[in-house]
């Protein structure tokens, strides 16, 4: 409803303008379940097809003949990660859907070694390498870091094969890795770092806005929610261009 006033022969007179809005809400209403759609694919995406490749490798193993010595720590391992994986992946979204937002994070104490080596077990498309560090447990949500973590590392993944395509699949050393993952600690505070060789980042200011992306079929989500979560364990994320040499490196801080 709009008010105004205007003069006709010289008398005042007062409109009065109605407005139906229902079209352009429902319009609203539409790009809003647009948006929440996409995060579920988004997150479901980075979950599932890290899990389809792991499968797609047992049933290789189960149908090579003869089997390798150790194919069974080898099946076993696989199917340890997919349960893992998916098992939190359903929790995490089941609390989304409930609220239509983030969860607050339920808080346990969790060992950050053992977490970091399961996410880089993940990823299948490139050797990852995690460096050792302290012996570190932290208040946290471990579905939701874990998925943070998934989103960082993917990108990470990303970056680098856009650039070196699948020669990082035979990296022998740290020294050659494509995509590197360590932690420290610091004033009460646990960094943990993420670095790539991949070409950096173009545009800085839009890293955070939701819905922004530079890749094909991306949603432009993983990074607004990362940031989402850590800030919600009172810690911060930033990502920024390496200065020794090319890439990118996405450091998550939180407390202990």
């Known amino acids: 409803m709009r008010r105004g006033t205007f003069r006709q022969a010289g008398v005042q007179n007062h409109l009065l303008v109605l407005t139906d809005l229902s079209r352009a809400l429902r319009e609203e209403e539409r790009q809003a379940w647009q948006r929440l759609l996409r995060v579920f694919g988004h997150e479901l995406n980075n979950s599932l097809a890290p899990i389809k490749s792991i499968a797609a490798s047992l049933e290789g193993l189960l149908a090579s003949e003869p089997k390798p010595f150790d194919w069974q720590d080898d099946l076993r391992s696989g199917l ?3 349960s893992s994986r998916t098992s939190s992946l359903t929790r995490f979204m089941e609390a989304y859907s409930k609220l239509a937002k983030l969860p607050s994070p339920h808080l346990q104490k969790v060992s950050l070694a053992p977490l970091l080596e399961r996410v880089a077990k993940l990823e299948r498309r490139l050797n990852l390498t995690v460096k050792p560090g302290p012996a570190v447990s932290l208040p946290a949500d471990p579905d939701q870091l874990e998925q943070l973590l998934i989103n960082l590392v993917r990108n990470a993944v990303d970056a680098a094969l856009e650039i070196h395509g699948e020669e990082g699949e035979v990296e022998p050393d ?5 995509v590197v993952m360590e932690w420290s600690v610091n004033n009460g505070q646990v960094e943990i770092a993420i670095q790539d060789d991949g070409p950096g980042i173009a545009n800085p200011g839009n890293l955070f806005v939701p819905f922004f992306t530079t890749k094909p079929g991306g949603s432009g989500i993983g990074l607004v929610l990362s940031r989402q979560i850590a800030e919600a ?4 994320l930033i990502l920024e261009n390496r ?7 996405a450091r998550l801080r939180l407390r202990l």
């Open 243 to 249: 200065k020794e040499c090319t890439g990118c490196v």
């Open 233 to 236: 364990h009172g810690g911060s």
């Open 80 to 82: 340890s990660v997919i």
């Open 174 to 178: 740290e020294n050659r890795a494509r």
